[in-house]
C-alpha cells in the first residue's frame, strides 16, 4: 500500500521561498510518476509540476515556470517542490500525487494514491 505524507508549507511573504518535500512508503518508489497538485478555495485542484521515473521528464504549469523545480531523491524515495519567488495567487493546498502509468500528467483522476495536502499561503 502507497502511502504519501507532505511537508513543508507555511506562510511566507510575496517573493519569498518555501521546500515541499514528500515522503512515499511503499515499495518501488522508482517506478512511480510523481505529482504536486495545488487547489485553492473555490477552483479546481491543478497540475504544479510533474515529474517521471528517471527524475529528468518534468512538465510544469506555465504559471510556474521558472519559479518552480521539481526533484527526486529515488534513493530517500521522495519527491520535492523548490518554490521560488512566490506569488499571492500560488497560495492554496498542494498535494503530493503517485502512479505507475499515466498517459496525461496534467489529469488529476489518473493518479491513484495522494498525500493529504500541506498548505502554502503567500502573504502580498
Known amino acids: 500500500q502507497v502511502q504519501l505524507i507532505e511537508s513543508g508549507g507555511g506562510l511566507v511573504p510575496a517573493g519569498g521561498s518555501l521546500r515541499l518535500s514528500c515522503v512515499f512508503s511503499?515499495?518501488?518508489?522508482?517506478?512511480?510518476?510523481m505529482g504536486w497538485f495545488r487547489q485553492a478555495p473555490g477552483k479546481e485542484r491543478e497540475l504544479v509540476a510533474g515529474?517521471?521515473?528517471?527524475?529528468?521528464?518534468?512538465i510544469y504549469a506555465d504559471s510556474v515556470k521558472g519559479r518552480f523545480t521539481i526533484s527526486r531523491d529515488n534513493s530517500k524515495k521522495t519527491v520535492y517542490l523548490q518554490m521560488n519567488n512566490l506569488k499571492p495567487e500560488d497560495s492554496g493546498v498542494y498535494y503530493c500525487?503517485?502512479?505507475?502509468?499515466?498517459?496525461?500528467?496534467?489529469?488529476?483522476?489518473?493518479?491513484?494514491?495522494w498525500g493529504q495536502g500541506t498548505q502554502v499561503t503567500v502573504s502580498s
Open positions: 500525487a503517485a502512479d505507475r502509468s499515466i498517459a496525461t500528467m496534467q489529469d488529476a483522476d489518473e493518479y491513484d494514491y
Open positions: 511503499g515499495r518501488t518508489f522508482s517506478t512511480y510518476i
Open positions: 515529474v517521471k521515473w528517471n527524475g529528468i521528464s518534468t
